[in-house]
């Protein structure tokens, strides 16, 4: 018989804490996020122990931390190095907006046709049942997390395989296509961290056929991801989102695009978001040439790539071949 512990994905989970964490101001104990919070609820009820579950509590805040989800810890005002009674929360005003904005009517019809497509509704019963419970525990919720949908949505489907290898400690098999290869890799490793870098995701690990750990791009993985039997120590995940989110980001200091970018476009509002201002135009770091030359050929005429040379031409080439395609599509 699958339990209903069993159903809960860790990715519903993981959203599932978020919502309880974002619903309090004074904080959410960890004993009561265990006890609560759908995902970790069911397992203790289960009989999961508690060094287990805390262990769990502990990874998934490494892992939203690494989102980019600021949890904040509040220690005893007393002694606030003393974490036995510390509560966690997701302060909500990072997500406020400041109260000097104003928006037109017509901005508000908008605004209420976009939310009316987010309801409570979108929250599953086990979320709404945990905010019950929270509620029942004194702890007052706040109403604007409704909203928040439980489950998240997600085209690469490595991800959902790759995250229960990670919470299990078993080694997974799939093929990775690098651009400029003939075919794909075959490829052996041990999953350590999930991580989110400009919009993308990818998966952290300790490739065992190199012998050194690696960070690789979700859509890049071409089959199904096969989860061995073959087992790793756990402890080897800590530390690992932060590691692979630094990795990341030395890469991306090292890589430049000069971009010249017209004002008011689509390409000026998307790249603006991680560019530093240059005296022509912007730089915009990044980690894969191949990427951003599709991110780039994808805005036509809106950007013009300055330097270096291998980006701009590789952007050439694919609004050439879009040309040719449109041309070839006209002829017929």
């Avoid at 122990?49 to 600021?70: H, I, Q, T, W, Y």
């Avoid at 509620?135 to 085209?155: Q, T």
């Avoid at 300790?206 to 859509?219: H, I, K, N, S, V």
């Avoid at 695009?257 to 135009?281: K, M, Y």
Wanted: net charge negative; with cysteine.
């Amino acid at each position: 018989m699958v339990t209903e512990a069993a159903r809960i994905a860790p990715e519903e989970r993981l959203v599932n804490l978020v919502v309880a964490l974002m619903a309090t101001e004074q904080g959410l104990t960890k004993e009561t996020i265990l006890t609560s919070v759908s995902g970790y609820r069911e397992q203790n009820e289960a009989g999961a122990s508690k060094d287990a579950l805390e262990k769990m509590f502990e990874r998934d805040k490494e892992n939203l931390r690494g989102l980019g989800v600021p949890i904040e810890t509040i220690g005893d005002h007393a002694d606030p190095d003393d974490l036995r009674e510390a509560r966690y929360r997701v302060p909500t005003a990072e997500y406020e907006l400041p109260v000097d904005i104003a928006f037109t009517p017509a901005e508000l019809a908008l605004l209420n046709l976009a939310g009316g497509v987010w309801s409570e509704s979108s929250m599953s019963a086990p979320a709404r049942t945990g905010l019950r419970k929270i509620r029942a525990l004194g702890i007052e919720v706040d109403e604007p997390i409704i909203g928040y949908s439980p489950r998240i949505s997600l085209r690469e489907p490595a991800f959902a395989p790759l995250q229960r290898a990670i919470e299990q400690g078993r080694v997974v098999e799939f093929d990775y296509l690098k651009p400029g290869d003939a075919a794909a890799l075959r490829r052996r490793i041990r999953p350590l961290a999930l991580v989110d870098y400009e919009a993308r995701w990818h998966v952290y690990g300790f490739d065992l056929g190199r012998g050194a750990e690696r960070t690789f791009l979700l859509t890049r993985i071409c089959s199904d991801v096969q989860v061995t039997r073959a087992s790793f120590d756990l402890a080897e995940r800590e530390g690992a989102g932060e590691r692979a989110l630094a990795g990341l980001a030395e890469v991306a200091a090292r890589q430049r695009a000069l971009l010249e970018v017209a004002p008011g476009t689509e390409a000026a509002l998307r790249l603006s978001r991680r560019a530093i201002p240059a005296g022509q135009g912007i730089h915009v770091p990044y980690v894969d040439v191949h990427i951003l030359a599709d991110e780039l050929a994808s805005y036509g005429p809106e950007v013009r790539v300055v330097e270096p040379a291998d980006l701009r031409d590789r952007v050439i080439a694919r609004l050439e071949a879009t040309l040719a395609r449109h041309r070839d599509g006209a002829e017929r």
